[in-house]
């Protein structure tokens, strides 16, 4: 059983990070299984919480009263998924579901807010590593609006 | 060796192309233009006609001296011959439940060109390039090419739109005709300077009236194409040229010239090198029928590039500088030479007077490069 | 220029709006082709297009041509029946470089129809599986209903020699499988890109980016190639439809080393 530490470590989205920088964010982590078919996030929830997919697939959707359930990303090892927890009202803007058997690493929302204060340093650089996952999705979703198959 | 022909012979040049079996295409007046049609006697040519060609202008009027060949291009090239606007690939019949196809062969004509310009010489030389060399020869302009021939006119006056001594393709031409004339019109004479450059050429030229000519005639034509190279109207700076188009790919005079543009397709009716095509397929009433059609095209339509969805070349800037493009730098990696004569067609025929020379010029320059 | 009438084996509805025919010499001579080429099909009195051939290279007997219906023939040949005729022109332009990638990883990234023309390259690859490393296809489309040879992409990915991902632009709630862009398949993908040719093809917007994902791995541009599509009428290279800056699509290409048209694939309108 590995300490949650060694996990963060393993995670490559973090290998930037210092490991003292790791130290610190595993004191606002927690190891999380979801089953196949569970809500991993629900729209307009409290965004607690925000997710390093270690195993399986989660997709990204919103409910349509027409059309049902669209599935517009799907996230899995290493990716990953959730930032309602950064800015006001802290409130999940969509669904999530675990299409597989989901391991994660949940990092606590107000935790990892709280420690960015705190130590400015770690903060500056946990959110440059972030704003990089942030552009990567602007940059696939526009090639999805482009509706290149159309 | 120079040949004289007198002016009053000249009619034997055209009753011996004719008992030979040629049917003479020159040059002819109508509708105020010099085009080229049947020519069937010698007072079927423009004697006396000159022209005087402008971005967009083109006037005839009457020298009075008697000249055959006083003007240079018209709107019509040999290409209207060689590659005609419209030919019939194939013919195809339902039967049985398929069909079977019957392929037109070609019908050459036995045609003299008489009154080719060293620049149109060159234009068919380009086309020889791409119909008879390539990997699909067009057996339609192989046929008709090797039944036609080649009476060039040197050029002794530079017409007012052209250049072919920036695109070193005239105003004399050094090879690839069957025969060639220098007119010369003086005070007091009127005659020709005639040389061959091939066995059918010389076989004419044996059959006609003619008498070494003397050095002092050769002379005076001599310095009359001398004197027509150094009064082009036009320059082209050809140095390079490719490169520096290449290099000017999204300049902005790209929009200052699209917006004069009106996509009309003018241009590439007129020049003797435009070789685009389009194919077409009809089918009579019945449904039993069907025909393959091959016609003219430019590049200038929004059909031309239409894959599903749109035109790849959808505003009028990317349609001029397909056509500037392919003209002063894909050719030359296409066919290995430009494929711009130096004529003057498309500065005179544009209804706007787009000079291609100028905006050569002026998309190579420095200033306002992007 | 002539046309040669094949007759109409069979029709195969694939999509909603994609079809493949199947078609047969009339006179006993096979057309052989190379993956990649392409045929000018004629609808009796209607016109005739270019259309990639997407069957098997090694059972050329039977022609297989998927295409989309986008325009009057592709709607009229939709409406054709077994035992009607097609006229085929053809095979004409160059090839994918399955000879040239023996001893490379080969990886096919394909988005929407773009899966039709590297078809054959998978029948090809798979047919001489030990001349070559790994086997990679990546495909992308727009939704689930949009999957193009579904059964025989299931098969392939059963296959123990063979790496297949599917993703989707968006999903409904019955698809489990992957939803995002095509390009985000690239990075992970199972295949070593020094030792590796890629075949990219799919609407133009999908292979630059797709190219440029590879490039970021690491796989040389010369050893990255699209497939290019263009207006064509002649497709032999004389009616002068099909240019791409000097390039007549129809003979130079269709496909092309991404390193000779990367240039004109980043200019607008050429």
């Known amino acids: ?150 | 060796m120079a040949y004289l022909l007198e002016n009053n012979d000249f009619e034997v040049l055209l009753t011996t192309l004719q008992t030979q079996g040629y049917t003479v295409i020159g040059p002819v007046q109508r509708d105020h233009t010099i085009v080229y049609d049947e020519v069937r006697a010698v007072e079927d040519l423009p004697a006396g006609w000159t022209d005087a060609q402008a971005p967009g202008s083109y006037r005839l009027s009457d020298q009075g001296d008697g000249a055959l060949f006083g003007y240079t291009v018209g709107p019509h090239s040999w290409k209207r011959y060689l590659y005609p606007a419209s030919v019939r690939l194939w013919q195809a019949q339902r039967q049985n439940g398929t069909f079977t196809v019957a392929e037109d062969t070609p019908k050459p004509s036995k045609l003299a060109f008489l009154g080719m310009r060293p620049c149109d010489l060159q234009a068919v030389a380009l086309h020889d390039r791409i119909f008879m060399e390539s990997e699909f020869a067009d057996p339609f302009y192989r046929a008709q090419r090797q039944q036609a021939l080649f009476i060039v006119v040197n050029c002794t006056r530079a017409g007012g739109t052209c250049f072919c001594a920036s695109m070193d393709t005239g105003p004399r031409a050094k090879t690839g005709f069957d025969l060639s004339l220098t007119e010369i019109v003086t005070d007091d004479r009127h005659y020709f300077i005639l040389e061959s450059d091939s066995r059918r050429g010389k076989r004419l030229l044996d059959a006609l009236p003619v008498r070494p000519a003397e050095a002092g005639e050769v002379a005076v034509a001599e310095e009359r194409l001398a004197a027509a190279a150094a009064s082009m109207g036009r320059t082209l700076d050809t140095e390079h040229l490719k490169e520096r188009l290449e290099s000017s790919i999204e300049h902005a005079h790209w929009e200052d010239v699209s917006r004069r543009c009106l996509t009309c397709g003018n241009c590439t009716m007129v020049c003797p090198t435009c070789f685009c095509t389009t194919i077409e397929d009809y089918t009579d009433l019945s449904g039993e029928h069907a025909e393959r059609w091959r016609k003219w095209d430019s590049c200038f339509t929004m059909e031309f590039s239409y894959i599903h969805g749109g035109s790849v070349r959808y505003s009028p800037r990317a349609r001029y500088r397909q056509w500037l493009m392919h003209k002063l730098a894909t050719w030359v990696d296409q066919f290995g030479s430009f494929g711009c004569v130096g004529c003057g067609r498309c500065i005179t025929w544009c209804p706007v007077g787009i000079d291609l020379t100028e905006e050569a010029r002026m998309l190579t320059s420095k200033e306002k490069a992007r | 220029m002539r046309t040669t009438p094949f007759r109409l084996k069979r029709v195969i509805k694939e999509t909603f709006d994609t079809f493949t025919v199947e078609l047969e010499s009339t006179n006993g001579h096979t057309l052989s082709f190379e993956p990649g080429q392409f045929n000018m099909l004629y609808i009796f009195g209607v016109g005739e297009i270019p259309i990639s051939i997407s069957g098997d290279p090694f059972s050329p007997e039977i022609l297989h041509h998927t295409t989309r219906v986008v325009g009057t023939v592709t709607k009229a040949m939709r409406r054709l029946t077994a035992g009607e005729t097609i006229g085929v022109r053809g095979p004409f332009g160059s090839s994918w470089s399955v000879e040239a990638a023996r001893g490379y990883d080969v990886v096919l990234v394909a988005g929407g129809i773009g899966l039709a023309p590297l078809r054959p390259v998978l029948y090809h690859v798979l047919m001489r599986r030990e001349e070559y490393g790994k086997i990679v296809l990546l495909y992308g489309t727009r939704s689930p209903d949009d999957i193009l040879f579904r059964k025989e992409l299931e098969q392939w990915r059963a296959r123990f020699d063979l790496d297949v991902h599917v993703t989707v632009d968006y999903g409904d709630e019955k698809w489990h499988g992957n939803v995002g862009v095509v390009t985000k398949l690239i990075p992970k993908a199972p295949f070593d890109p020094l030792h590796t040719m890629a075949m990219v093809c799919g609407p133009e917007v999908m292979m630059r980016f797709s190219a440029a994902e590879l490039l970021k791995r690491g796989v040389p541009a010369d050893n990255i190639h699209v497939s290019m599509e263009r207006n064509m009428k002649c497709a032999v290279g004389l009616c002068g439809h099909c240019q791409f800056s000097s390039y007549f699509v129809c003979k130079d290409g269709p496909v092309f080393r991404y390193s000779q048209i990367q240039q004109p694939l980043a200019q607008w309108e050429v």
Not at chain 1, 30 to 36: L, R, T
Not at chain 1, 86 to 96: G, I, K, N, T
Not at chain 1, 108 to 122: L, P
């Open chain 1, 1 to 150: 059983m590995k300490t949650l530490d060694v996990l963060l470590g393993e995670i490559e989205l973090f290998h930037e990070l210092d490991p003292k920088h790791i130290e610190f964010l595993a004191g606002c982590a927690s190891n999380v299984i979801f089953q196949a078919g569970e809500l991993v996030i629900k729209e307009g929830a409290p965004a607690k919480h925000f997710f390093i997919i270690r195993h399986g697939t989660v997709s990204v959707d919103i409910h349509d009263p027409r059309r049902g359930y669209l599935r517009l990303l799907t996230v899995s090892e290493n990716e990953v998924l959730g930032w309602s927890w950064m800015f006001p009202p802290y409130r999940s803007r969509f669904d999530a579901r675990a299409q597989s058997l989901v391991r994660a690493v949940a990092l606590d929302g107000a935790c990892i807010r709280q420690k960015c204060e705190d130590d400015q340093v770690f903060g500056y650089h946990f959110y440059k590593l972030f704003s990089r996952v942030l552009i990567h999705r602007l940059e696939a979703a526009r090639m999805q609006m482009a509706n290149v198959y159309g």
